[in-house]
């Protein structure tokens, strides 16, 4: 890995932030592509003197795409997106991706997709994920495709947003509470993927799905949040019926195909390659999250210390 020009399609972001840090600690060179670099400088600090780089580009547009590629030993690809035109950045946008590291002639590709990417998924997201992973195999068929759970972390919009919701209402509304997932810690799933690209020979042309060692329902996990933040709070389910209507509200908690994604389980396959194959041992939810959940605490780090 030492000295190779690994190019990492929203590398700025969530996870992309993590995949940089461990590929610059193995000794790589790191190329940040983003619509806006100025959004991704926070990843230059992490690596030394020329080692991190920066370059625009929109995996929408095919010739931007090959100018962040050219030049590159690996590339990876990150972007997704949680509403909006699903198809244009998951599937046609990583089709550009996967053909331009072909083009290219790179050693890995590794493809970031999701449980739950299914041709015949309820969900728009679902069935966009599942043409991107179809459209990268076809372009490249050496790839990677890592797909994993709901990821929590320090900077997550996951654990976080529940938490304000739990430190913010006297009663939380639970959408989904049966629905359960198998939360996966972001450092895990980045050196998942740095492993991937750095072994193509192992794992290329492979397909894993990334969960922690917990199943956990929607309500469990809020449950949980509440405990951590020291919260007694009631939670109550919302009815499918009034979730529906919440989901046709402009700008409301939930979108109808979000809703749509709550009806399935998103949890690793049965006997589907996991975080153990790619050499990673899963970490605890609760063995790190509750050193963020603190600051949702009702006085914070000093919750204990300071009558109410």
Do not use: C
């Not at 599942?130 to 709901?150: C, D, H, L, Q, Y």
């Not at 809703?259 to 998103?266: C, F, I, K, S, Y």
Request: aromatic content about 6%; glycine content about 12%.
């Amino acid at each position: 890995m030492k000295d190779y020009l690994v190019t990492i399609f929203g590398g700025g972001g969530f996870v992309g932030r993590q995949v940089a840090q461990v590929l610059l600690a193995r000794g790589a060179r790191v190329r940040i592509a983003q619509r806006d670099p100025a959004t991704a400088l926070r990843v230059k600090p992490l690596g030394g003197l020329g080692q991190v780089q920066f370059t625009a580009a929109d995996i929408r547009n095919p010739a931007s795409v090959a100018r962040a590629v050219a030049g590159s030993d690996i590339v990876i690809n990150l972007v997704g997106i949680l509403k909006g035109d699903f198809d244009a950045f998951h599937h046609r946008g990583a089709a550009n991706v996967a053909k331009a590291a072909a083009d290219t002639g790179v050693s890995a590709l590794v493809h970031m997709s999701a449980i739950g990417a299914d041709a015949d998924s309820p969900s728009a997201y679902g069935r966009s994920k599942a043409a991107g992973e179809a459209a990268v195999k076809a372009a490249f068929p050496n790839a990677t495709i890592i797909r994993p759970s709901i990821i929590f972390g320090v900077e997550d919009q996951f654990l976080n947003r529940f938490a304000q919701i739990v430190a913010m209402l006297p009663v939380v509304p639970v959408i989904g509470g049966a629905t359960r997932f198998q939360p996966v810690y972001v450092a895990d799933v980045a050196q998942a993927i740095a492993n991937a690209a750095e072994q193509p020979g192992v794992h290329g042309g492979q397909t894993y799905e990334l969960g922690g060692p917990q199943v956990l329902s929607m309500k469990d996990i809020n449950q949980w949040i509440a405990r951590a933040t020291g919260r007694d709070k009631a939670l109550v389910d919302v009815p499918h019926a009034a979730a529906k209507l919440l989901a046709m509200l402009p700008g409301g908690p939930i979108t109808s195909d979000q809703l749509a994604m709550l009806g399935r389980d998103n949890v690793v396959a049965p006997g589907a390659k996991g975080l153990d194959a790619l050499g990673v041992v899963a970490t605890p939810m609760a063995g790190v999250a509750d050193k963020w959940m603190v600051r949702y605490r009702k006085h914070g780090r000093f919750a204990g210390r300071v009558s109410a």
